[in-house]
């Protein structure tokens, strides 16, 4: 027979040792789910400098002129912006008939914001072709 004496269920021990373990293994998602927040809120930054760069530089040669040298300013929204235009290598050589040689420029764009304690940036780099 069974003595009925004796309870069965757990002791306060298993139950303080279980619950530990659920709470480091709660922690560890709350930090993992913390760590994928804020990387897909850089990728949402970066998507968005992309795209400011990728407009800054359509703009230059179309209705921004090709004049070699650097410029920069603010873009909104906690963006800024540099661009850098090189001068031009001449391809060939000058042609008769006194018309223009064509110039080819080197053209970069970088956006760059803060997040956090660190300054991030995109940049993009382009080929421009004009007459001389």
């Given at each position: 027979m069974r003595d009925r004496s004796t309870q069965e269920g757990f002791?306060?021990?298993?139950?303080?040792v279980a619950l530990a373990i659920?709470?480091?293994g709660l922690?560890?998602?709350?930090?993992?789910?913390?760590t994928g927040l804020g990387n897909a809120h850089l990728a949402d930054q970066t998507i968005?400098?992309?795209r400011r760069?990728?407009?800054r530089l359509a703009e230059i040669g179309a209705s921004?002129?090709?004049?070699p040298g650097l410029r920069s300013g603010d873009d909104g929204g906690g963006f800024s912006w540099r661009s850098r235009i090189s001068s031009p290598v001449l391809q060939g050589s000058l042609p008769a008939g006194g018309s223009k040689a064509i110039g080819?420029?080197?053209?970069?764009?970088?956006i760059s914001w803060r997040t956090g304690n660190s300054i991030k940036s995109v940049s993009l780099q382009s080929k421009r072709a004009a007459s001389q």
């Open positions: 002791t306060l021990i298993e139950v303080v659920a709470a480091m922690s560890l998602l709350m930090a993992a789910a913390s968005e400098a992309t760069a990728q407009s921004a002129s090709l004049d080819l420029y080197t053209v970069e764009v970088t």
